[in-house]
């Protein structure tokens, strides 16, 4: 951390605590009349008072007004307060100015006289509590005596109203704690946190003003984040910008107070308003995608492991690969990270999504969605409908301080160097979710997509590989299942509980399958909600398709998950088609009905892709033609008739499909070219090679046993 940005926290630290800041204010009520003393006004101060004439004020009397305006508007620079005592859910809040003997920061609501966060809080209500004892012993100028004892006593009174929301708000804490709730401090930091007090703190960190008061500050702030951010100019290039800046409020005669407040680094300013997301970072292993605590720093602390340790099963050995390299510069070696993985928190990206304004309001409005039979949006599916919470009833209903969620999962790669030809050599995987509930012209706004991580290229992880980073996100969907209560929202004071559930993942056809812990869309098992044959693909009679049982899948995949060793993995995977994902962690997720192909590989580069180049042939490599029928890319010559009539002699005489197949696929076996030609002739399929054209004409001649076989364009063998 730089010196001009450990600057900018000490200001900040020293603005949260708000002592030595009241105390200026006050002082400046009293030597400054009628000024507005740049202090905020307290929630609900609808009261104005008329300046007191001095000419019938005595002097004592004036300096009691000039003071009591400075406390009576005064608000404390942080919504939260320090209890002595934690309130429990069922201790309401008494008003202590309604007891006969009040006394201030007394009985069963007062503040930690000790922490320092109450300290400014605590001194204003001690000393505007003395000024009215003060006043009431005082015999002249009645009139204007009361007044300053009614203004007095309107400062009290808002300050019981602040101390009662925050008495209220960490008794809703102490609920959902109770309740098993995870607490997420809107906008706190991730310092460990050891009591109720400890939880309120910082609580309204996104909505502090964060724009300095000077204006030379401001612009200068602004401007670096505009051109920063908005404009894409570079780090180094921001630096020479602020540097000008300086010199220029130098040359215009600034004072030095200010030009020394303008910093030298654009990553002062980010962290001043809080612009960047609260990400972690981890060390991750380069080829089997493992992930391991990070402390941050260049070279591996002290028990910080130094080789991938991961084992794919008990049997196998330990990866050990090195997670540290040798890197030098400045003419010094030191090591460093060989990779490393960041992964934002989703708990608090959607935190920072709840203080925006009028978001809550997008968010439960598909809760009152009515129903329809025309289904025009996501909602109307009746998966969403349907879908039900842990205690049986429907999971997307509007709740009294709630709201629910719906995310959909998204994985693909990509290649960071742009290149847009095939058979790129670089990938990064990008795990990304977006928020279902947002309506459908914002939900795929990159300001409203939560980016979980990218895993690092030039590789990609291979199938169950790509559960390391994803367990991370799964560890927070189950938080987000069980509940995540906000401390505080844009449009709740009182904080909120968010639960949500990750129902679509929407991928492109590998990933989709990689993600379920399905085979691949040419294995035998191709199909993600049936156990249709890749021998089957053309049965098109959706009544005869055999469905996949969800709880049996599962069964499989956990005995996937549970093999000894590598080679009985192998084999369970090819006897089922079925490995073990992460997301089935999720106790809610069916791998059947929420695995979805996204629209743009589906169509855009499947279909429209295939019917325009082998369809229509709109190929440099190939004639056109009228799109009447799909062609072949390439011709396979035919054989001549004497060597189609003998293996068509075989198949016939073949007294069995195990000798059919051992003929076929032997050392001495059909040639391709004549199976596929066989294929071509019968209407079969013609795809794949010898094994599935093999199996393609065993399938057929069992269709016809005990039938007389006709062969197109080939001789008929009685």
Same mark, same amino acid.
């Given at each position: 951390?730089?010196?001009?940005?450990?600057?900018?926290?000490?200001?900040?630290?020293?603005?949260?605590?708000?002592?030595?800041?009241?105390?200026?204010?006050?002082?400046?009520?009293?030597?400054?009349?009628?000024?507005?003393?740049?202090?905020?006004?307290?929630?609900?101060?609808?009261?104005?008072?008329?300046?007191?004439?001095?000419?019938?004020?005595?002097?004592?009397?004036?300096?009691?007004?000039?003071?009591?305006?400075?406390?009576?508007?005064?608000?404390?620079?942080?919504?939260?307060?320090?209890?002595?005592?934690?309130?429990?859910?069922?201790?309401?809040?008494?008003?202590?100015?309604?007891?006969?003997?009040?006394?201030?920061?007394?009985?069963?609501?007062?503040?930690?006289?000790?922490?320092?966060?109450?300290?400014?809080?605590?001194?204003?209500?001690?000393?505007?509590?003395?000024?009215?004892?003060?006043?009431?012993?005082?015999?002249?100028?009645?009139?204007?005596?009361?007044?300053?004892?009614?203004?007095?006593?309107?400062?009290?009174?808002?300050?019981?109203?602040?101390?009662?929301?925050?008495?209220?708000?960490?008794?809703?804490?102490?609920?959902?704690?109770?309740?098993?709730?995870?607490?997420?401090?809107?906008?706190?930091?991730?310092?460990?946190?050891?009591?109720?007090?400890?939880?309120?703190?910082?609580?309204?960190?996104?909505?502090?003003?964060?724009?300095?008061?000077?204006?030379?500050?401001?612009?200068?702030?602004?401007?670096?984040?505009?051109?920063?951010?908005?404009?894409?100019?570079?780090?180094?290039?921001?630096?020479?910008?602020?540097?000008?800046?300086?010199?220029?409020?130098?040359?215009?005669?600034?004072?030095?107070?200010?030009?020394?407040?303008?910093?030298?680094?654009?990553?002062?300013?980010?962290?001043?308003?809080?612009?960047?997301?609260?990400?972690?970072?981890?060390?991750?292993?380069?080829?089997?995608?493992?992930?391991?605590?990070?402390?941050?720093?260049?070279?591996?602390?002290?028990?910080?492991?130094?080789?991938?340790?991961?084992?794919?099963?008990?049997?196998?050995?330990?990866?050990?690969?090195?997670?540290?390299?040798?890197?030098?510069?400045?003419?010094?070696?030191?090591?460093?990270?060989?990779?490393?993985?960041?992964?934002? $928190? /989703?708990?608090?990206? #959607?935190?920072?999504?709840? +203080?925006? *304004?009028? &978001?809550?309001? !997008?968010?439960?409005?598909?809760?009152?969605?009515?129903?329809?039979?025309?289904?025009?949006?996501?909602?109307?599916?009746?998966?969403?409908?349907?879908?039900?919470?842990?205690?049986?009833?429907?999971?997307?209903?509007?709740?009294?301080?709630?709201?629910?969620?719906?995310?959909?999962?998204?994985?693909?790669?990509?290649?960071?160097?742009?290149?847009?030809?095939?058979?790129?050599?670089?990938?990064?995987?990008?795990?990304?979710?977006?928020?279902?509930?947002?309506?459908?012209?914002?939900?795929?706004?990159?300001?409203?997509?939560?980016?979980?991580?990218?895993?690092?290229?030039?590789?990609?992880?291979?199938?169950?590989?790509?559960?390391?980073?994803?367990?991370?996100?799964?560890?927070?969907?189950?938080?987000?299942?069980?509940?995540?209560?906000?401390?505080?929202?844009?449009? $709740? /004071?009182?904080?909120? #509980?968010?639960?949500?559930? +990750?129902? *679509?993942? &929407?991928?492109? !056809?590998?990933?989709?399958?990689?993600?379920?812990?399905?085979?691949?869309?040419?294995?035998?098992?191709?199909?993600?909600?049936?156990?249709?044959?890749?021998?089957?693909?053309?049965?098109?009679?959706?009544?005869?398709?055999?469905?996949?049982?969800?709880?049996?899948?599962?069964?499989?995949?956990?005995?996937?998950?549970?093999?000894?060793?590598?080679?009985?993995?192998?084999?369970?995977?090819?006897?089922?088609?079925?490995?073990?994902?992460?997301?089935?962690?999720?106790?809610?997720?069916?791998?059947?009905?929420?695995?979805?192909?996204?629209?743009?590989?589906?169509?855009?580069?499947?279909?429209?892709?295939?019917?325009?180049?082998?369809?229509?042939?709109?190929?440099?490599?190939?004639?056109?033609?009228?799109?009447?029928?799909?062609?072949?890319?390439?011709?396979?010559?035919?054989?001549?008739?004497?060597?189609?009539?003998?293996?068509?002699?075989?198949?016939?005489?073949?007294?069995?499909?195990?000798?059919?197949?051992?003929?076929?696929?032997?050392?001495?076996?059909?040639?391709?070219?004549?199976?596929?030609?066989?294929?071509?002739?019968?209407?079969?399929?013609?795809?794949?090679?010898?094994?599935?054209?093999?199996?393609?004409?065993?399938?057929?001649?069992?269709?016809?046993?005990?039938?007389?076989?006709?062969?197109?364009?080939?001789?008929?063998?009685?």
């Amino acid at each position: 951390m730089n010196r001009a940005t450990r600057f900018e926290h000490r200001k900040d630290d020293s603005r949260s605590v708000g002592l030595d800041e009241f105390a200026t204010n006050v002082a400046a009520a009293v030597l400054d009349e009628g000024s507005d003393l740049g202090l905020s006004r307290g929630l609900g101060n609808s009261w104005a008072l008329s300046p007191l004439s001095v000419e019938v004020l005595s002097q004592e009397l004036l300096t009691y007004e000039r003071e009591v305006r400075g406390r009576a508007t005064w608000t404390p620079t942080s919504w939260a307060l320090v209890f002595a005592v934690d309130p429990v859910p069922d201790q309401d809040f008494e008003d202590p100015l309604l007891e006969p003997s009040y006394s201030p920061n007394n009985g069963p609501h007062a503040l930690n006289a000790s922490h320092q966060r109450n300290l400014a809080f605590i001194e204003n209500e001690n000393r505007l509590f003395e000024i009215t004892l003060h006043l009431n012993s005082l015999t002249h100028h009645p009139e204007q005596r009361e007044t300053l004892i009614d203004m007095a006593t309107v400062g009290l009174q808002e300050m019981m109203r602040h101390k009662r929301r925050e008495w209220d708000r960490q008794r809703r804490a102490t609920t959902a704690i109770n309740d098993g709730f995870v607490i997420v401090h809107t906008g706190l930091t991730t310092q460990p946190l050891y009591n109720l007090a400890s939880l309120m703190l910082c609580a309204e960190e996104y909505l502090r003003d964060r724009i300095p008061n000077e204006p030379p500050l401001a612009v200068a702030m602004l401007t670096v984040l505009l051109m920063h951010l908005v404009f894409h100019l570079s780090r180094r290039a921001t630096m020479v910008m602020l540097m000008g800046m300086r010199c220029m409020l130098s040359s215009q005669g600034a004072s030095h107070d200010i030009i020394d407040q303008v910093p030298k680094d654009p990553r002062t300013v980010l962290n001043r308003f809080n612009l960047d997301p609260r990400c972690s970072s981890l060390l991750q292993c380069p080829v089997c995608y493992a992930l391991y605590p990070y402390n941050g720093t260049m070279t591996p602390a002290t028990g910080e492991i130094d080789r991938c340790s991961y084992k794919p099963t008990p049997s196998s050995p330990p990866c050990g690969v090195p997670l540290w390299e040798e890197r030098r510069s400045g003419g010094k070696t030191f090591l460093a990270p060989r990779r490393k993985y960041v992964h934002q $928190s /989703l708990k608090e990206w #959607v935190g920072r999504l709840l +203080m925006r *304004p009028g &978001v809550e309001e !997008m968010f439960r409005e598909p809760c009152n969605r009515p129903a329809t039979t025309v289904m025009e949006d996501i909602w109307d599916a009746p998966v969403l409908r349907n879908f039900r919470g842990d205690d049986g009833k429907s999971f997307f209903r509007e709740g009294e301080n709630e709201i629910r969620l719906a995310f959909s999962l998204n994985a693909d790669g990509f290649n960071p160097f742009h290149m847009l030809e095939a058979k790129q050599t670089v990938s990064c995987t990008a795990i990304y979710m977006i928020i279902l509930n947002f309506p459908e012209h914002l939900r795929f706004l990159f300001r409203n997509m939560y980016l979980a991580g990218v895993i690092p290229g030039p590789g990609k992880p291979s199938l169950d590989q790509i559960n390391h980073a994803l367990s991370l996100v799964v560890a927070e969907l189950l938080e987000f299942w069980k509940g995540i209560y906000y401390t505080l929202t844009f449009a $709740s /004071l009182y904080g909120r #509980v968010a639960k949500g559930a +990750m129902i *679509p993942l &929407v991928c492109d !056809m590998l990933s989709a399958r990689q993600l379920a812990g399905l085979s691949s869309a040419t294995s035998t098992w191709f199909c993600t909600f049936c156990h249709l044959t890749i021998q089957e693909i053309e049965n098109l009679d959706k009544s005869t398709w055999p469905a996949r049982d969800l709880a049996a899948q599962i069964e499989k995949a956990k005995l996937w998950r549970d093999c000894e060793s590598e080679a009985d993995r192998d084999a369970c995977f090819k006897a089922h088609g079925v490995r073990w994902s992460v997301l089935l962690d999720l106790p809610y997720w069916n791998p059947i009905l929420f695995s979805v192909l996204d629209s743009m590989h589906a169509d855009y580069l499947g279909l429209v892709h295939s019917h325009c180049r082998k369809v229509w042939r709109i190929n440099i490599s190939a004639d056109g033609g009228e799109g009447t029928a799909i062609q072949p890319t390439k011709d396979i010559p035919r054989p001549n008739d004497a060597v189609l009539s003998r293996w068509l002699t075989i198949i016939r005489d073949s007294p069995g499909a195990t000798d059919l197949r051992k003929s076929l696929l032997g050392s001495d076996g059909c040639p391709k070219d004549v199976l596929w030609h066989i294929c071509v002739d019968n209407d079969l399929r013609s795809a794949g090679g010898r094994r599935q054209l093999a199996d393609n004409i065993i399938h057929w001649v069992r269709q016809r046993i005990q039938k007389r076989c006709t062969y197109t364009n080939s001789e008929d063998i009685a």
